[in-house]
């Protein structure tokens, strides 16, 4: 089995060889968003029944225009006085192949072109490649004016000049994480080396006492040989958004769990997976740049670092909840059991696929908690997002 895309490892390589060991965050980095050969970042297929996994919707329409109700019932919420007319921002961070903004755009323009008339549509997005592919997808909603812009990253927006709902949809789970792993004498963490023509993997010292402080605050302790994955970048990214945030929702929806259950002794060898052509492995240091990788989300630490930039949790809810609580049940009226419209909606709120392993965590900021369809059935209690007091801030 190949090694990876050549010029990806040869760069690889020649810094391990020059600077030694790197984390297996900036390893992940660079086969993910490497901007020449990164598996992000160049052509091709990587979502759906050609790619090498699929997303929600990807699925069925249905999804992303459940999304749109949920949105627009946030937009009635965050509405003060005189705010009727007022821009409501929709940011979609990591669009993916633009599937999500095509539905949830077309069916406002379909069902309340009132609304679409006040929504501006911006999509973050670090691929040009993913970029050329959605605007192709979104290209009849650009032709009929719909203010939908692009940008690299959300760093050109000042502190709290955003009203609206910043949505993600698997994003965080391809953030680059740190991998550690507890010894008896305490926290090591795995660095990527290369021996042999092949990467290996190096236990040392953590880079920063950032990764030992994480687990205090979440007063957890993994159990002697057990591995696990730290994503410091999604921590970054919460802090970002919620500054950015003046009066609104965050809305993250990913496969993850509270910090509990991630870091359960049960996960004595973490999550981290590896996705290419619909097959599943634990193989990172093959097919290097040709295949995703991806570790599950840590839900507890999102609401923590939220709070810390006024973001409080509104809900913390699974998708099959989540669905059902917006009224997808109607939507399957008057089709064929048989029919593949039945089975893909049925596939969204499966209880052992899509239904329960994927979450969404809501976030408000400025405005009072609203009450919410999607979170009308609330299988988690918010305080399964606390962490235990005294808190280790790091």
């Given at each position: ?10 760069k ?41 996994y ?42 993916g ?8 755009l ?5 069902g ?11 999509i ?13 997808r ?70 920063s ?19 696990a ?90 998708q ?20 593949p ?49 005294p808190?280790?801030?790091?």
């Amino acid at each position: 089995m190949s090694l990876g895309h050549p010029e990806l490892v040869s760069k690889l390589v020649a810094r391990i060889e020059r600077d030694g060991p790197i984390t297996f965050a900036d390893f992940m980095e660079t086969a993910l968003y490497d901007p020449d050969f990164g598996y992000y970042t160049t052509p091709g297929s990587r979502i759906g029944p050609d790619g090498d996994y699929y997303t929600s919707p990807d699925v069925n329409p249905i999804f992303a225009e459940m999304i749109g109700k949920q949105l627009a019932q946030v937009a009635e919420a965050i509405e003060g006085p005189g705010d009727a007319s007022e821009d409501f921002t929709i940011v979609e961070m990591g669009a993916g192949k633009g599937l999500l903004g095509r539905h949830l755009l077309n069916a406002y323009r379909r069902g309340n072109p009132a609304f679409l008339s006040r929504v501006r549509y911006l999509i973050a997005e670090r691929s040009a490649a993913m970029i050329a592919e959605q605007q192709c997808r979104l290209r009849s909603l650009l032709q009929d004016s719909v203010p939908i812009t692009w940008a690299s990253d959300l760093s050109h927006l000042p502190a709290e000049s955003l009203t609206g709902v910043i949505l993600s949809n698997e994003l965080v789970d391809a953030f680059p994480v740190h991998r550690v792993v507890m010894r008896p004498l305490g926290l090591r963490e795995i660095y990527v080396g290369w021996a042999q023509d092949r990467f290996i993997e190096i236990e040392a010292p953590p880079f920063s006492l950032t990764l030992e402080s994480y687990f205090k605050r979440l007063g957890i302790n993994l159990e002697d040989g057990q591995r696990a994955e730290v994503n410091l970048q999604a921590l970054e990214w919460m802090r970002q958004i919620g500054a950015i945030l003046r009066r609104g929702l965050v809305l993250t929806i990913d496969y993850g769990h509270t910090a509990a259950d991630l870091f359960a002794p049960t996960r004595k060898t973490g999550t981290l997976l590896c996705y290419h052509q619909h097959t599943v492995s634990d193989t990172p240091y093959l097919r290097v740049g040709q295949q995703d990788l991806t570790a599950h989300v840590d839900f507890t630490s999102l609401a923590l670092t939220g709070r810390e930039v006024g973001l409080e949790v509104t809900g913390f809810t699974n998708q099959l909840h989540f669905l059902m609580g917006l009224g997808i049940e109607s939507a399957f009226a008057g089709l064929d059991p048989e029919s593949p419209e039945f089975d893909g909606m049925r596939h969204l709120l499966r209880p052992e696929g899509m239904g329960t392993t994927y979450k969404i965590l809501v976030q408000h900021k400025g405005m009072p908690a609203p009450q919410l369809d999607g979170l009308k059935s609330r299988p988690y209690f918010t305080d399964a997002l606390s962490a235990p007091s005294p808190m280790v801030v790091p």
